[in-house]
């Protein structure tokens, strides 16, 4: 399969070496796509070569032998030797001969050989000018490219860098969730994702990301967030259409926080001084409220709830936590059951009692 060399070593360079290249590497473009494209599911659309470069790298095998032993060993481009297990990886015990070995190697080569004969001269205890060297330039190709993944007009890219005899098809990286996978699929938004990560909307019937989606408190059904509200008083996430209005303060809630026809908040009202911190914070801000009294207080995830007697009007106010801007303010006669909202634009006249 490759050449012996039998000349002294002053003389070796005049000679050129034999070039092999691993048997069973493949060896075009095409044998490259062959072992990495089968590899992958893409659904509704299509996965190819974007792109792959197939380079020569230098290995020089140096091998010698004398009536005692026998040595043989590989050099990379560097000089450095290369452990066994890379050798049997890369195919390089098992060569053919190369009609056309690759160009403007001979420096390169020339350098190889000359470290190689000094390894080998150190190897063997007895200088023999007689003993055989056998040096051969193995030529590994190595591979880099990209795989493009092509669904509908969206495009994504997954690189690949290894040898080529080596190269196994590397997963695809969803670049939303990061799971790896060799199922490729699409987004109804065109996000190219793995396919393991992808789930539809119970409200839209979209195609969307598992992790996109949130889950109905109520319902248990996984929407996108468009479709759920915040329940102001047990502050879970709840479809917009599963909530209901409680029959004291009118806000919104999941069904599941009401009593009756009361939210949590309107059933849990209790007594509460004005030095209560609380209710101090909110007559600061609102200094019309002080002239109410017999205050009761209850708090829900994001408000105050609160009423309050003035001489022949009951008061209901919810109020923003955070900010203690009013989100409603109603009215109930004292001597009559039921509460009439009050339009904002009335809160000043209403509060002056
Ligand atoms: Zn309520």
Not at 43 to 69: I, Y
Not at 201 to 218: E, I
Not at 228 to 233: Q, T
């Amino acid at each position: 399969m490759h050449s012996r060399d039998h000349v002294s070593p002053d003389r070796a360079t005049e000679n050129p070496l034999a070039s092999v290249a691993p048997a069973d590497q493949p060896n075009t473009v095409h044998e490259m796509a062959e072992r990495l494209l089968p590899a992958y599911t893409v659904e509704g659309g299509t996965v190819h070569l974007a792109g792959c470069l197939l380079e020569e790298r230098l290995f020089l095998r140096a091998a010698s032998r004398d009536a005692n032993q026998s040595v043989e060993f590989y050099l990379d481009s560097q000089g450095r030797e290369v452990n066994p297990a890379t050798v049997a990886a890369l195919g390089m015990d098992h060569t053919v001969e190369l009609e056309r070995p690759p160009e403007h190697a001979e420096k390169a080569i020339r350098r190889l050989s000359s470290l190689a004969r000094q390894m080998l001269a150190q190897r063997f205890a007895k200088r023999d000018m007689s003993r055989p060297v056998e040096l051969t330039a193995v030529w590994c190709k190595f591979a880099e490219g990209k795989l493009r993944f092509l669904i509908g007009e969206n495009t994504a890219d997954l690189p690949f860098a290894d040898w080529a005899r080596t190269l196994r098809p590397p997963p695809f990286v969803c670049p939303y969730s990061h799971q790896t996978t060799y199922r490729v699929t699409a987004t109804d938004d065109g996000r190219i994702v793995a396919a393991e990560q992808v789930a539809t909307c119970d409200a839209s019937s979209r195609r969307v990301l598992s992790g996109d989606l949130v889950t109905c408190a109520v319902t248990g059904q996984r929407v996108l967030p468009e479709f759920v509200e915040m329940c102001p008083v047990t502050g879970e996430t709840v479809l917009r259409t599963e909530m209901v209005p409680c029959g004291m303060c009118r806000q919104k809630v999941a069904p599941t926080s009401l009593r009756q026809t009361r939210c949590e908040a309107c059933n849990r009202l209790e007594p509460v001084s004005k030095a209560d911190p609380r209710l101090a914070r909110l007559l600061d801000e609102h200094p019309l409220l002080d002239r109410w009294r017999r205050w009761c207080l209850s708090e829900s995830a994001t408000a105050y709830h609160l009423t309050a007697r003035g001489w022949f009007r009951e008061l209901l106010l919810v109020v923003d936590k955070d900010s203690l801007n009013l989100k409603l303010l109603a009215t109930s006669h004292r001597f009559r059951s039921g509460w009439d909202v009050v339009e904002p634009s009335h809160y000043d006249f209403v509060l002056r009692g």
